[in-house]
């Protein structure tokens, strides 16, 4: 079973940069679809990005869109998350996901890692 492992969140001003990662453990990780997800105190958890299995396709949610990158490589079993231009609103605790190519449920989750933004 593959397990997931983020790390990168912490304390920073509005206006700038985190980058998160998310390692894998096992030897499948390029058989994935990959996620991050955030969810704020008294919120549901919401999509961020995602990307495919080699990374040649991504999605964002416009929250996000044109100031967070999602890329991964796949030799290093590790996804990330660029994310500039941070506003308060970004504030809150990031997850990695994996699933299957296909399947529309993520099933493996990771433990997340928390952003704060301060204004």
């Known amino acids: 079973q593959v397990r997931l492992v983020e790390s990168g969140g912490g304390l920073v001003q509005a206006g700038g940069s985190l980058r998160l990662s998310c390692s894998a453990s096992?030897?499948?990780?390029?058989?994935?679809?990959m996620g991050w997800f955030r969810q704020a105190p008294g919120k549901e958890r919401e999509f961020v990005a995602d990307?495919?299995?080699?990374?040649?396709?991504?999605g964002y949610a416009d929250s996000v869109k044109g100031r967070s990158t999602i890329s991964r490589d796949n030799a290093k079993n590790t996804v990330y998350l660029q994310m500039n231009s941070l506003k308060p609103e970004d504030t809150a605790v990031y997850y990695c996901a994996l699933r299957i190519a296909g399947a529309t449920e993520y099933d493996t989750w990771g433990q997340g890692t928390q952003v704060t933004v301060s204004s």
């Open positions: 096992g030897r499948t990780f390029s058989s994935y679809v």
């Open positions: 990307i495919s299995r080699r990374g040649g396709s991504t």
